[in-house]
Nanobody, 119 residues
Framework: QVQVVESGGGLVQHGGSLTLSCVTS????????IGWFRQAPGKEREGVGC????????NYVGSVRGRLTISRDNAKNTAYLQMNSLKPEDTAVYYC????????????WGQGTQVTVSS
């Protein structure tokens, strides 16, 4: 049974930090690119960044570059999103996505975790 479970969200003050976790099961994380997405109220879901499966290379959207860091531990089937210097505009539900590099079009989503940044 495939599962993707995000955790670590919560309420934090402007300038604070949070670390989100994405625990996966039911498939081998090694052969998947991990992406983090977020969706703010009334807005479309947007990509925050991603990490490759082979060399752990990361890419980030401009608005979070330098403040957010994605990492992964394949042995633990877990990915992370370290968020620093949080701003109210970072408030959103954050989702983890695992995209297969072997089976085109196959990807898995978690249910999301709420991050709220107070001003």
């Amino acid at each position: 049974q495939v599962q993707v479970v995000e955790s670590g969200g919560g309420l934090v003050q402007h300038g604070g930090s949070l670390t989100l976790s994405c625990v996966t099961s039911g498939f081998t994380l090694d052969y998947h690119t991990i992406g983090w997405f977020r969706q703010a109220p009334g807005k479309e879901r947007e990509g925050v960044g991603c990490i490759s499966s082979s060399d752990n290379r990361t890419n980030y959207v401009g608005s979070v570059r330098g403040r957010l860091t994605i990492s992964r531990d394949n042995a633990k089937n877990t990915a992370y999103l370290q968020m620093n210097s949080l701003k109210p505009e970072d408030t959103a539900v954050y989702y983890c996505n695992a995209q297969s590099l072997v089976f085109r079009g196959r990807d898995f989503w978690g249910q999301g975790t709420q991050v709220t940044v107070s001003s």
